[in-house]
């Protein structure tokens, strides 16, 4: 049963210190990610990262509108607000910059050619007898849901689809899903219950939405659905996501989870953490928000900001922060200017890609490497970076840490102790 205040007690004393966990006794997933925001010779690929910030956009204020009827608005952040739906056309707009334009016109050709999936995916199982589905796993979610068998639409015609008359283990729930997304369209369905398995961790009756209509956001994608890994009181389906269920169940034996990040040898697991993948101790710190992946007393390294509110989000690429609190970041940075002020892209001169850039709540300064920062070209001196202004909803002080950040640490995400950890990657 869904828990209005799904986030218990914190748990006491985490602080910029390690702490047990349990190590080697869960099951690994590996996985992989689609293109990025660069294209194959150095170049920043705008309107995929605008496809990106919309997404973001709607995704949070969802996880909000979620937030608020399961937990109330005394769960949001300080300044929180739900926005209105974004739209990719009013927010697709020319840089501000002069010097784009051919940049601008051989973007149109990379497009159609290279697709634009933005995200960490991996395989799992629903269903008996199973059925194989390519997910996108992310902490910045609760929900489960794949295409079915009666979503006809074009976009959902190179997916996998779920059939729930061939499963054995199905069961029909009331209500239904849905989630509005920028582009006028919804990914929406039904709710039913099956067997899910990730790896080696199989859940019964876990809820999820088999899909009957996709937005055109997904269409082209690789990726048949997403997995939500966040706190329950982001669900619109009011129910256990499936890691919690898993822990419920006892198909885990700890409620942590973690990430690695990389071009290669991602992977996400599940019950503990992998310390081949890993040095030293984990950094732990307390979640401070009710649903969301989120720790207090975060600062930047450049800029002086600092007592920020952090959310790590596997879903997204892009760092966001406050716009005014990045304008100050890249005042900081010579030679950095505004490159879009609708989406909240900056430039900054390719010759000198900032390299100290690097959050720390606390403990160590985990740094973002320059190749990570970088998102590519935009003319033959400036390229553009991974931060970038956009108010997302979710807070005055709030900044979002895509995987921009996440590909330089090994991210732990513990249900047990409510904390986030950090570590260094071997």
Same mark, same amino acid.
């Given at each position: 049963m869904f828990v209005k205040s799904s986030l218990v007690a914190l748990a006491l004393g985490l602080s910029a210190a390690a702490s047990p966990v349990v190590e080697g006794m869960g099951t690994s997933v590996p996985f992989e990610?689609?293109?990025?925001f660069t294209s194959h010779d150095g170049w920043f690929e705008h309107r995929?990262?605008?496809?990106?910030?919309?997404?973001?956009? +709607?995704?949070?204020? /969802?996880?909000?509108?979620?937030?608020?009827?399961?937990s109330g608005r005394t769960s949001f952040n300080q300044g929180a607000h739900i926005?209105?739906?974004?739209?990719?056309?009013?927010?697709?707009?020319?840089?501000?910059?002069?010097?784009?334009?051919?940049?601008?016109?051989?973007q149109a050709v990379a497009l159609t050619n290279e697709g @634009?999936?933005?995200?960490?995916?991996?395989?799992i199982q629903i269903g008996s007898p199973t059925k194989q589905f390519y997910i996108d796993f992310d902490t910045g979610s609760a929900d489960l849901w794949v295409p079915s068998v009666n979503c006809t639409s074009s976009y959902c015609s190179a997916? +996998?689809?779920?059939?729930?008359?061939?499963?054995?283990?199905?069961?029909?729930? !009331?209500?239904?899903?849905?989630?509005?997304?920028?582009?006028?369209?919804?990914?929406? #369905?039904?709710?039913?219950?099956?067997? $899910?398995?990730?790896?080696?961790v199989a859940v019964k009756n876990q809820?999820?939405?088999?899909? !009957?209509?996709?937005?055109?956001?997904?269409?082209?994608?690789?990726?048949?659905?997403?997995?939500?890994?966040?706190?329950?009181?982001?669900? +619109?389906?009011?129910?256990?996501?499936?890691f919690n269920s898993a822990k419920s169940q006892g198909a885990v034996k700890s409620g942590v989870f973690a990430f690695k990040l990389a071009k290669t040898g991602s992977e996400l697991y599940l019950g503990g953490t992998n310390s081949a993948l890993y040095s030293g101790p984990i950094e732990y710190h307390s979640v401070t928000g009710s649903g969301f992946w989120q720790i207090a #007393?975060?600062?930047?390294?450049?800029?002086?900001?600092? +007592?920020?509110?952090?959310?790590?989000?596997? #879903?997204?690429?892009?760092?966001? @922060?406050?716009?005014?609190?990045?304008?100050?970041f890249y005042k900081s940075i010579p030679g950095s200017k505004v490159y879009d002020s609708s989406n909240g892209f900056y430039s900054f001169p390719c010759s000198s890609i900032p390299s100290n850039v690097s959050f720390s709540w606390g403990g160590k300064q985990w740094k973002i490497s320059a190749a990570n920062f970088n998102f590519g070209r935009v003319s033959s001196t400036q390229c553009v970076g991974a931060i970038a202004g956009q108010?997302? @909803?979710? @807070?005055?002080?709030?900044?979002?840490? #895509?995987? !921009?950040?996440?590909? /330089?640490?090994? !991210? $732990?995400?513990?249900?047990?102790? /409510?904390?986030?950890?950090?570590?260094?990657?071997?």
């Amino acid at each position: 049963m869904f828990v209005k205040s799904s986030l218990v007690a914190l748990a006491l004393g985490l602080s910029a210190a390690a702490s047990p966990v349990v190590e080697g006794m869960g099951t690994s997933v590996p996985f992989e990610k689609r293109n990025g925001f660069t294209s194959h010779d150095g170049w920043f690929e705008h309107r995929l990262a605008i496809q990106q910030v919309v997404r973001d956009v +709607n995704k949070h204020r /969802n996880n909000l509108v979620n937030l608020q009827r399961n937990s109330g608005r005394t769960s949001f952040n300080q300044g929180a607000h739900i926005r209105p739906v974004a739209n990719y056309s009013q927010m697709m707009k020319q840089p501000d910059t002069d010097d784009d334009n051919y940049n601008e016109r051989r973007q149109a050709v990379a497009l159609t050619n290279e697709g @634009g999936d933005q995200y960490w995916a991996g395989n799992i199982q629903i269903g008996s007898p199973t059925k194989q589905f390519y997910i996108d796993f992310d902490t910045g979610s609760a929900d489960l849901w794949v295409p079915s068998v009666n979503c006809t639409s074009s976009y959902c015609s190179a997916k +996998n689809k779920y059939n729930q008359a061939v499963s054995t283990t199905d069961s029909k729930k !009331s209500g239904s899903f849905s989630i509005q997304y920028g582009d006028g369209s919804k990914v929406s #369905g039904p709710v039913f219950s099956d067997t $899910v398995t990730v790896g080696t961790v199989a859940v019964k009756n876990q809820y999820f939405s088999p899909v !009957s209509t996709l937005s055109p956001t997904f269409g082209d994608e690789k990726m048949d659905g997403i997995l939500g890994l966040a706190y329950p009181s982001l669900s +619109n389906l009011r129910q256990s996501p499936f890691f919690n269920s898993a822990k419920s169940q006892g198909a885990v034996k700890s409620g942590v989870f973690a990430f690695k990040l990389a071009k290669t040898g991602s992977e996400l697991y599940l019950g503990g953490t992998n310390s081949a993948l890993y040095s030293g101790p984990i950094e732990y710190h307390s979640v401070t928000g009710s649903g969301f992946w989120q720790i207090a #007393g975060g600062s930047l390294a450049i800029g002086s900001q600092t +007592n920020i509110q952090t959310i790590i989000d596997s #879903g997204t690429t892009i760092i966001y @922060g406050p716009p005014k609190q990045v304008a100050a970041f890249y005042k900081s940075i010579p030679g950095s200017k505004v490159y879009d002020s609708s989406n909240g892209f900056y430039s900054f001169p390719c010759s000198s890609i900032p390299s100290n850039v690097s959050f720390s709540w606390g403990g160590k300064q985990w740094k973002i490497s320059a190749a990570n920062f970088n998102f590519g070209r935009v003319s033959s001196t400036q390229c553009v970076g991974a931060i970038a202004g956009q108010d997302l @909803g979710l @807070g005055t002080n709030t900044w979002l840490l #895509g995987d !921009s950040f996440m590909k /330089n640490v090994y !991210s $732990v995400f513990s249900f047990d102790q /409510n904390s986030v950890g950090f570590a260094t990657l071997k």
